[in-house]
Structures are given as C-alpha cells and as structure tokens.
Nanobody
Framework: QVQLVESGGGLVQAGGSLRLSCAASGLTFSNYNMGWFRQAPGKEREFVAAIIRGDGTTDYTNSVKGRFTISRDNAKNTVYLQMNSLNPEDTAVYYC????????????????WGQGTQVTVSS
C-alpha cells in the first residue's frame, strides 16, 4: 500500500520560512516523479513544484520561483519543499504527489496523493 505522509506545515509570519517533508512508502521511490500541489479555500488545486526521477530536473509555478526549492533524497524516500519569503497568498493545504510519468503540472497525472499539510502565513 502506497503512503505519502507530509509534515512540516504550520503558522508562520510573512517573510518567514518553512520546510515541508513527504515520506513515501510502498513504492520504488526512485522510479517516481515527485511533486507538490496546494489548495487554498475556495480555489482550485494548484501545481507548485515537481522533481523528475533520475536527473532531478525541477519545475516550479511562476509565483514560487526563486522562493521555493524542491529536492529529494532517494535513500530516505523523502521529498522536500523549502519555502522562503512566504506571503499570505501562499496559505493553503499542501499535498505531496507521486507519478511514474506524464505532464508534471496536471493534477490528473499523479497516481498517489498525501493527506495534505496546512500552511498558514499571517500578514
């Protein structure tokens, strides 16, 4: 049974930082593209970042480029999202996702989703 378990969310002031972690089990982690989506209240689920299996190529939505960094540790079956210079617009539930292939920015690409972790940025 595949499980993606996120941690690291919380409440932070604008300008602050958080690091999200996602521990994966039940799959061959190195064979999967990993990513993060987020969903704010009343809004659609939004692609945030992804990291490719193999060469570790990354992709980011424009609003987080230069502020967020996605990384992975295949030895620990874990993907991370370092979030710096947070602002209130980053407030959302953040979901870890996994897929063997497909279009990185489409939610339908991802076979597995975590339960989500809340990130709240106060102004």
């Amino acid at each position: 049974q595949v499980q993606l378990v996120e941690s690291g969310g919380g409440l932070v002031q604008a300008g602050g930082s958080l690091r999200l972690s996602c521990a994966a089990s039940g799959l061959t982690f190195s064979n999967y593209n990993m990513g993060w989506f987020r969903q704010a209240p009343g809004k659609e689920r939004e692609f945030v970042a992804a990291i490719i299996r193999g060469d570790g190529t990354t992709d980011y939505t424009n609003s987080v480029k230069g502020r967020f960094t996605i990384s992975r540790d295949n030895a620990k079956n874990t993907v991370y999202l370092q979030m710096n210079s947070l602002n209130p617009e980053d407030t959302a539930v953040y979901y870890c996702v996994a897929a063997k292939g497909g279009v990185l920015r489409k939610p339908g690409t991802y076979e597995y989703w975590g339960q989500g972790t809340q990130v709240t940025v106060s102004s």
